[in-house]
């Protein structure tokens, strides 16, 4: 569980560092995209700053062993930027931009659970041994 953990983790944090990039530093590339986005200079920015954080939150916390439960705020913060990307592409009728956002989102939930509930559960249970 561990090594598809790390897996998604890397996968996500490369695409998100991606994303998040390109709204940041290729505005006019992503624009031409999403072309519902091309006036929303300062929304872009923001979720391109978002992402960059999330994919350094799903990442270094486990690296450096400081405060690992930001794993699981940030994959929790990257899914819900995908419920919302998935709603306001559903409303522009960018259908296309949807086969991207639910994988996305169904990996960051994976993480959510895998690094938040599941291992939070593995610690409470009683030890067999002890019993």
Same mark, same amino acid.
């Given at each position: 569980m561990k090594i598809a953990l790390w897996t998604v983790q890397i996968l996500l944090a490369l695409v998100f560092v991606a994303s998040g990039s390109m709204k940041l530093f290729a505005f006019d590339q992503f624009a031409a995209s999403a072309p519902s986005l091309a006036g929303q200079h300062g929304l872009v920015t923001f979720i391109g700053i978002a992402e960059l954080a999330g994919a350094l939150g799903l990442i270094l916390p486990?690296?450096?062993? $400081?405060? +690992?439960?930001?794993?699981?705020?940030?994959?929790? =913060?990257? &899914?819900? $930027?995908?419920?919302?990307?998935? =709603?306001?592409?559903?409303?522009? =009728?960018?259908?296309?931009? $949807?086969?991207?956002?639910? +994988? $996305?989102?169904?990996?960051? &939930?994976?993480?959510?659970? =895998?690094?938040?509930?599941?291992?939070?559960?593995e610690k409470t249970k009683p030890n067999k041994a002890t019993s």
């Open positions: 486990g690296l450096t062993r $400081i405060f +690992p439960a930001l794993t699981t705020w940030a994959a929790a =913060g990257l &899914a819900t $930027i995908m419920v919302l990307a998935t =709603g306001f592409h559903l409303m522009h =009728g960018e259908y296309s931009h $949807i086969a991207v956002t639910v +994988p $996305i989102f169904a990996l960051a &939930a994976f993480v959510v659970y =895998g690094r938040g509930f599941h291992t939070k559960q």
